[in-house]
């Protein structure tokens, strides 16, 4: 039997009527909470948040790199290059794009992630240039292009305002607008982690922008490195805010995807920080994050980063989504991450986990499942 001390029923109550827990609230309920507890009251919530409590949607999209070259440093990447590092450079040709979007659709995929890193010499003007074209030879491609510490960098070095940048990517093609350069959202973790990347705030006010603009976007979190469990709340927190924020008529963020620091081969790992993965903090984590983000519908789980079992428990944890098969990723998969599902595969990974497969598109509509193969 629980003492009074331990009874957290007034803190799930609050919870389950989706009024925003305190910041002491939610570090109370990381720290001390049952994790079976946390899972069944995510899951409640996740039943009231989706359209259809029994289904599971998931994706077909394919993360194009636009280049290798970054000024970022980012001690957990090792698949950028330095500027100085000519021989190891490469930016996407044209005709590599035709290639690619022509298997990503023969898979059935309509989507491109494309990233890259903080190239020092492409201006906002290769961005429209190549969003253009893409858009002209595949009308019906849907781009969902770049992240918040790439649009802050175009900004800087053409000399504009981000807003001014979003609001020319937009009209050149740029549908909607991924998570990425998040990390954790603590200046003192950025400080160690990307010296030079965009700081916290800059990601916080192109986000912030990108919703006022209605460019629908995604939020993230790449844990288990330096931080401490209580600034894994403090980010869930601020995205929380940072989404009350948006106008109520746009989308803001539509998902949030937290996912396993991978260290192989990354500058980190040099220095002794290497991946420790548990699947038990895993779930505890989207549990969290489906209670904290009372306003934010999708929680995805990151089957690649943690394996297909771990990501159908956490099916019943408050996930709704399994995310994409990535037809190509380049970034993760470096670190270390060698999970890989067809698209048969993943269907039969969320039948297993009991629910009924969706294909969807970025913005959770559903699709018809068709290939071309």
Sequence with gaps: MRTEMNNFDTLYTKALAREPLTREEAYRLYEEAPLGELCLVADTLRREAVPDP?????????????????ISGCRFCNFHCKPHQRDRHFITSREEYYQKIEETFRFGGDQLLLQGGLHPDLKI?????????????????RLNALGAPEVSHIARISGL??????????????????????????????????????????WLQVMHEAHELDIPTTATMMYGHIETPRERIDHLLTLRDLQAQKPASARGFTAFIPWIFRSTGTELEKQGIETRFSALEYL??????????????NIQASWLTVGKETAQVALHCGANDMGSIMIEEHVVSSAGADNRFSAEGICQAIREAGFTPRLRDQLYHYRDYKTER
């Design 54 to 70: 029994e289904v599971v949607t998931w994706q077909i999209d394919r993360n194009v790199n636009i280049t290798n070259v970054c």
């Design 125 to 141: 003007d290769f961005y429209e240039e190549l969003f253009r074209d893409l858009k002209a030879h595949y009308p019906t491609l």
């Design 161 to 202: 305002s981000t807003r001014k940048t979003l609001e020319r990517l937009h009209r050149a093609g740029l549908d909607t607008l991924p998570g990425a350069g998040a990390e954790i959202l603590s200046p003192e973790v950025r400080r160690r982690l990307s010296p030079a990347k965009p700081s916290v705030e800059e």
């Design 284 to 297: 505890r984590l989207i549990a969290m994050s489906r209670i904290v983000l009372n306003n934010i519908r």
